[in-house]
């Protein structure tokens, strides 16, 4: 999940989880609507649906945190419904490619390649791990 200061955002109150609300419903009926629409032109061979929602969130993040951080007057509301609510519902993968990003601009190669690699190969163990638990029950 993207984070946020309370102190710049802490005006908005109770209002920033309805915005977060609004944005997470929009996310996760586009990542259903994409993904069903892809899959069943290209079929379910090869993940393409997770594949270009990945995609497109990246695209999404990487633009919207850009833009909100230069246009300090966009109304902050814009950060909790679409970085946070759309695409935290649509991809988190997108969160992942940018913290990676902002490490490597912060000159710490050696971090952002821990965090890539180990974010991989563990995420990839934990859902094995998970799917093992399933599997037992």
Do not use: D, H
């Not at 993904?35 to 393409?48: E, H, N, Q, V």
């Not at 940018?98 to 190669?109: C, N, P, Q, V």
Request: aromatic fraction near 16%.
């Amino acid at each position: 999940m993207v984070c946020v200061r309370s102190s710049v955002y802490g005006g908005l109150g109770l209002q920033k989880y309805l915005w977060i609300a609004i944005g997470g419903a929009l996310g996760s009926i586009a990542r259903y609507w994409v993904g069903s629409t892809i899959a069943s032109r290209l079929g379910t061979k090869f993940p393409f649906g997770t594949f270009v929602i990945n995609l497109t969130a990246c695209l999404i993040i990487g633009f919207s945190l850009t833009l909100l951080a230069r246009r300090t007057t966009i109304n902050p509301a814009w950060r909790f419904l679409v970085p946070i609510g759309f695409v935290g519902a649509y991809s988190t993968f997108s969160t992942y490619e940018w913290e990676t990003l902002s490490i490597l601009r912060g000159g710490a190669f050696l971090e952002a390649s821990l965090y890539a690699f180990a974010s991989l190969f563990l995420g990839l163990v934990a859902t094995w791990l998970g799917v093992l638990l399933a599997e037992a029950v």
